[in-house]
């Protein structure tokens, strides 16, 4: 089995397992280990959907970007004007492979990285017009694709949905980004 295989499980056609039973408000240890049941499932959940949603941005793209460069190119268009070190510590990556990255990123025209008037030691990294427009056609790609995903839902379930994955994202970044400072 090869590295990625492991790492990354295939969506496939399997059905979810059931949840456990209706919790009760109490801490015993039985409370504890559902939980922890629950949190197991929701991870490995969210590791597939994940897996999905990545899947579905390669066909979206259409070879226009890979699923790297739309990562820092989406970091850089939520921050706006940043820093290769910026996009390095929040990301969890070298400064090497950042500024590799940018490299053939400002060769597409996507990025622009000027130096600081201020300290000319400072590279500041913005997002060129052609980026927001190649990305605006890849999203709405993307967009549609997941449109399908939704037929037979509910408005409201959507809606569920994206308020649960927005206090879910907000939480993780939360936790990512302590400590990290641009």
Known sequence: MDRRAARSPRVTSEKPRPRPGPRSGSRSPAHARSREAAIDEAYGTLRRTIGAFHALHRRAAEGEITGAQTLLLRFIAVKGQTSPKGIADALGLTQGTVTSALDKLEEQGLVERTRS??????????????????????????????????????????????????????????????????
């Open 117 to 182: 008037e201020e300290d000319r030691r400072v590279v500041h990294v913005t997002l060129t017009p052609s980026a927001d427009e190649m990305m605006g056609r890849v999203e709405a790609r993307a967009r549609t694709h997941l449109g399908t995903l939704f037929e037979g839902w509910s408005v409201e379930e959507i809606r569920t949905l994206e308020a649960l994955l927005e206090k879910l994202s907000a939480r993780a970044w939360e936790q990512c980004s302590v400590g990290s400072q641009d």
